[in-house]
């Protein structure tokens, strides 16, 4: 059976179970504080990765070869609100059809809410229904990274490739062209309009070709 089909109404049943209001729910917030306590990222083993940026001009280059983005949980908690930190380092979820970014029709890009790394673009994304914002793509496959999770049955979370922020999960349940569905938590990114995107340029993109 394929891995991301085990819980193919993953998202619905944890709609049912998370309704109820916006807000983490008890259970959320108690399996955030849980995996607060691990230091250790399973994908923190490298020390560098190679993610696509945008340049000053606006576009989209690489991909390039960039450090990694490692901090203590006392910097991350000073850098991000308290919901962002559950979400984003912590792995919880937050409510269904509450995320500041569900509704967003804006053309843009939507970034990392930890590093800024550019994560999805608005031409991606979808009304799967779920709930949670969604779109069949990341902006490039290199800055998107999947890993094993069994923490609520077989599912396959999705990361930022610079950061290690927890974004979501993916599932095999989405549109054409590509079929999947990246299920993402709007406290994980944060939008640039199509207009700002040179306010995204990365410094180590200045002599990249597009």
Not at 31 to 38: G, L, P, T, V
Not at 162 to 173: E, I, N
Not at 185 to 203: G, I, R, V, W
């Amino acid at each position: 059976m394929n891995r991301r089909t085990v819980l193919k109404f993953s998202g619905l049943v944890a709609a049912n179970v998370l309704l109820g209001g916006c807000g983490q729910s008890d259970s959320d917030v108690a399996h955030a504080a849980d995996q607060e306590k691990s230091k250790v990222n399973a994908t923190t083993q490298s020390s560098t990765v190679q993610v696509k940026v945008f340049n000053a001009k606006g576009e989209l280059v690489g991909p390039i070869s960039e450090p990694k983005v490692v901090k203590t949980d006392a910097e991350w908690k000073k850098q991000l609100t308290a919901d962002q930190y559950k979400i984003a380092r912590a792995k919880g979820t937050e409510r269904p059809f509450c995320g500041n970014l569900l509704d967003n029709h804006k053309d843009g890009v939507y970034v990392c809410v930890c590093c800024n790394l550019p994560l999805f673009a608005s031409n991606s994304k979808f009304n799967s229904g779920s709930g949670w914002p969604s779109f069949f793509q990341p902006i490039s496959k290199e800055n998107v990274v999947e890993q094993e999770d069994d923490s609520y049955g077989q599912r396959t979370e999705i990361l930022c490739a610079r950061c290690d922020c927890h974004l979501g999960h993916v599932f095999d349940d989405g549109p054409k062209p590509t079929g999947l569905r990246f299920c993402v938590n709007s406290e994980s990114l944060t939008f640039t309009a199509q207009s700002d995107l040179a306010k995204l340029a990365d410094p180590a993109a200045a002599n990249v070709k597009s």
